[in-house]
């Protein structure tokens, strides 16, 4: 039996999400900042001699077992295990089924805003690459993760959250017509991130949400030329741009200013970005020390990520403790996915 592990990391979006849609970048070109953290989704694979495939999600407590097969049915309850299988098998084993073994879970749940389902579409890539020695470099792989989501699963989305999870770090990334995505790694002084980290602070709303409806109602609003949502996507766009600048610069006031403005935009996008609850949540951040916040993924609950004065951090964990949620410390991480043999 070979055993092969690997994860990817999951991400912050912290400037111009939503303009990584197709929809919108492949007309207006779309550019997203986002940064790799501690959290991730982790792959095993296991070689076995039982000929079934088992795919296992530990921490959805969820077990499908199928007989072997070069095309398995695409589950209800794993379809990205599934979308991933197929696709190895199709285009790289020569059609060839494979008796294995594929478990996964991840440090965060999905629907949490930080790019999980993408994470563990590039950890469970990363896994087969490992196993079957594939020449893949980190473009190929993050393209590949993105048609298994978007094409073979039909799944709605972007693209940031498989380059994030493949190439890690700090990243300005470019979005365009025709599948053209250009990765721009930015070089943050130490200091900067600490002070970032420092600064920052995740809290769950306790509540995962389906992005899958948020983002097809954007994806209809950009499709119609709804002018309120064109106005939003050009808006997060500019920050994201001025986004950038500050934190190539190290000034956390610009980049707390442009997260609210960029915050203030992805409302104007679609009408269930918000709720009354993240609103009630963000005020009373806002009120004990916040300079400013946003949700983090497509919006409607998951996290929600704030940047504070880290003087009055303890009086926003505080004053957060009322709600059914759960206070997140992070750091940044620089490496992407990776894979390895036991």
């Excluded at 079934?52 to 959805?60: K, M, Q, R, S, T």
């Excluded at 306790?206 to 808006?235: F, P, V, Y």
């Amino acid at each position: 039996m070979l055993t092969i592990r690997s994860k990817a990391p999951l991400r912050l979006g912290l400037a111009g999400g939503g303009t990584d849609l197709e929809s919108y970048s492949s007309v207006f070109g779309g550019v997203v900042l986002n940064a790799t953290i501690n959290m991730y989704a982790h792959c095993t694979i296991q070689t076995t001699d039982n000929n079934y495939i088992e795919f296992i999600a530990n921490d959805l407590g969820v077990k499908e077992v199928y007989a072997l097969d070069s095309v398995v049915a695409i589950s209800d309850k794993l379809p990205l295990h599934c979308g991933v299988y197929n696709r190895i098998i199709s285009e790289f084993n020569n059609g060839q089924a494979m008796s294995l073994r594929v478990t996964t879970y991840s440090d965060a749940p999905a629907g949490s805003g930080l790019g999980t389902s993408s994470a563990v579409v590039v950890a469970i890539l990363k896994a087969y690459i490992e196993l079957l020695k594939l020449p893949l470099g980190e473009y190929d792989v993050a393209h590949l993760a993105y048609e298994i989501e978007r094409k073979d699963l039909n799944l709605a989305g972007g693209k940031q959250d498989q380059y994030a999870a493949t190439f890690g770090g700090f990243n300005f990334i470019e979005f365009y017509k025709d599948d053209r995505v250009i990765v721009n790694p930015l070089r943050i002084r130490q200091w900067m991130k600490d002070e970032l980290e420092e600064s920052l602070l995740l809290f769950f709303t306790g509540k995962s949400r389906e992005s899958a409806n948020i983002i097809k109602e954007q994806i209809k609003n950009t499709s119609e030329n709804k002018q309120s949502n064109l106005d939003g996507m050009h808006q997060l766009k500019e920050a994201a741009y001025r986004m950038k600048e500050a934190l190539l610069k190290g000034d956390i006031n610009g980049i707390a200013l442009e997260l609210k403005n960029g915050w203030e935009a992805k409302k104007r996008t679609s009408n269930v970005i918000s709720n009354p609850m993240i609103d009630e949540i963000y005020q009373i951040a806002i009120n004990n020390g916040a300079k400013a916040g946003k949700i983090s993924g497509a919006g409607g609950g998951g996290f929600m990520m704030f940047i504070v004065d880290p003087l009055r951090k303890i009086d926003v964990i505080n004053a957060l403790s009322k709600y059914e949620g759960k206070v997140q410390i992070i750091e940044f991480v620089d490496r992407g996915t990776k894979g390895w043999y036991i």
